[in-house]
């Protein structure tokens, strides 16, 4: 294995495209000494905004992709259809060997798609979840599935807890992880079909460090290190996460303009308010990793900035150099041989 | 029908019983000439708590109940076991006709599973739903179902956005109120099966507001009225509602403590902060009425105060003024009427 990480960064998509995006590439490359970036898209659009940069040319390569897939598109159709956009060519770089990893702040429908079908799975993972870091009073905790997988069985839950427990342990660096499932109580008889099911063979699983149910309103307190349910609940939360800070934060800016007491106290209070904040934003720690496919893929915050880019493009650092898809492929097949046993 | 709501009160449930329950109805029978409380519980601690009150004595009457369900216990035995329970004596007096409405700041199962067995469904409603109300950036939306009735059916979801949209009209005030179903994007052709099979039965209602898919970061900022869910998903954005609100509020008070000049501007906030987290939360807005019951069943939060008890005795008025069951009944025997067409 070369000492020098592949990524191929859809410099396309997102909102902030391909200013941000270019401008995390040369920051990833001057910050680093073993990090190679091919960006994707319209080649004359990419030498401009590339020609804005000092950087050490040889670290950064531009890939002509003469398409982009608009995030309104129907991700199927886009995938099948657009094979010269910068999300599919920036994919098969992965697929043919070329790159280690992907990154888009583009359409998360052509991603998950793109995933499956243009990188393939892990020989043995069933699903492929998206996993993104929440931030909670402890730090962050990983929300493990808030893909396109909805409608999951058991099994596919299992093997998220246990893709989930590799990656905080070996790509956040989180000893011996906590893992929860999602449910409507703490009791083991409470819950959906789903998680009823789901709870006794995640308590039979000897690899990951399983505590049992949480209620939704301690996964802010950090109460467990990987959060597992379903998707379309791991989008109700991610998306929940976002509304009621942001609520809460308008509600608090405007209540603090009431009155001439309140508007100096907020002046003394802005720069604390600001880092607090900030610290309970998910877009200061990187993308979600697409996890269980041939290649790491990550799908940042479409309004991602040049920041989060650049965490993104270091996180896919790390996840090669701690060989996190051989640990996905042991831990998914210790499983299959317990269950031989 | 007697002008006079009578209000059947489980003095005996909650963190703060019977004190705070007890205040609650003192309070409510103070402040209107039109409600009358019954309030279930050990008749020796009820007749000690209300001898520190000053009220018209006519209107507050202790029924004794000798037993009290605890939070821990499983609901189903619970409610079959202690017939002589504070909760099972108060729904009894509703299923008797002897109170119009029951409200319990204690186990919530019990509630649920009493609210069922004891009191009974409306004639033509399939599940009844928990529908508290939460606050948004515009005032409060109705989050209907967190309930118990996880795994439900479409026609469920249709009846819950049916009852739902006639609460919010008739007891909240809220004129035509939208409806939305929580959803992971806002195309139709999103979801898992349940939205995708409740998504066009609901375009086909005409006695509700409609406006199709909402996201979940949607709910904070007030989009609809009436929040449309399975109970399991309702849960979950209940529960994170608190978590999210209750884990930035002490990451931001602790932030203020860091330095001089933010402990300074703290003092001067204050109290501005203070008012808009109380606007914020949940407990200031009474109690979840479970709905379709022959009878009104309100569940308050556990650690309910007066305020959120006299609240809820309001509301409790209010849908007998309103005569929501009767319209219930109408909208949903609508609905038959529609199909056989």
Redesign the interface.
């Known amino acids: 294995m070369s000492d020098i990480t592949k990524v191929a960064l859809d410099a396309m998509g997102g909102d902030n495209a391909p200013y941000e995006i270019v401008k995390g590439a040369v920051d990833a490359v001057n910050a680093t000494k073993d990090i190679q970036i091919l960006l994707t898209g319209k080649e004359e659009i990419l030498e401009e905004t590339l020609s804005k940069f000092e950087y050490p040319k040889e670290k950064i390569q531009i890939v002509n992709a003469t398409e982009v897939i608009e995030t309104a598109e129907?991700p199927v159709m886009a995938i099948r259809r657009k094979k010269d956009s910068s999300i599919s060519v920036a994919m098969n770089l992965v697929k043919k060997g070329e790159a280690d990893a992907f990154i888009s702040a583009g359409s998360s429908g052509a991603v998950l798609v793109g995933g499956q079908v243009l990188v393939g799975r892990i020989k043995g993972v069933e699903r492929p979840p998206l996993a993104p870091l929440i931030p909670?009073?402890k730090g962050v905790s990983l929300l493990i599935d808030c893909g396109a997988n909805?409608?999951a069985r058991p099994s596919h839950l299992v093997q998220f807890a246990k893709m989930g427990s590799v990656y905080m342990e070996h790509v956040i660096g989180k000893k011996n992880p906590t893992v929860g499932i999602?449910n409507?109580g703490a009791e083991e008889?409470k819950?959906?079909?789903l998680?009823k099911e789901t709870f006794p063979l995640l308590k039979a699983c000897k690899d990951i460090n399983f505590i049992g149910s949480i209620?939704?309103?301690?996964?802010?307190?950090g109460v467990v290190d990987v959060v597992v349910c379903e998707?379309?609940?791991g989008?109700?939360?991610?998306?929940?996460?976002?509304?009621?800070?942001?609520?809460?934060?308008?509600?608090?800016k405007s209540?603090?303009m009431?009155?001439f007491?309140?508007k100096?106290?907020?002046?003394?209070?802005?720069?604390?308010?600001k880092?607090?904040l900030k610290?309970?934003d998910a877009t200061e720690y990187g993308g979600a990793p697409l996890l269980g496919l041939n290649g790491l893929v990550v799908k940042t915050h479409g309004n991602a900035t040049a920041k989060e880019v650049y965490n993104s493009i270091l996180q896919c650092r790390t996840f090669k150099e701690q060989r996190i898809n051989e640990k996905i492929r042991d831990i998914l097949s210790a499983k299959e041989q317990e269950t031989k046993e």
Do not use: H, Q
């Open positions: 129907p909670t009073a909805v409608d999602v409507i008889e819950g959906n079909a998680v209620e939704a309103r301690e996964i802010p307190a998707a379309f609940v989008n109700v939360i991610l998306k929940l996460y976002e509304g009621v800070g942001s609520t809460l934060i308008k509600k608090i209540g603090l009431t009155s007491r309140s100096l106290g907020a002046l003394l209070v802005k720069p604390t308010l880092a607090t610290d309970f």
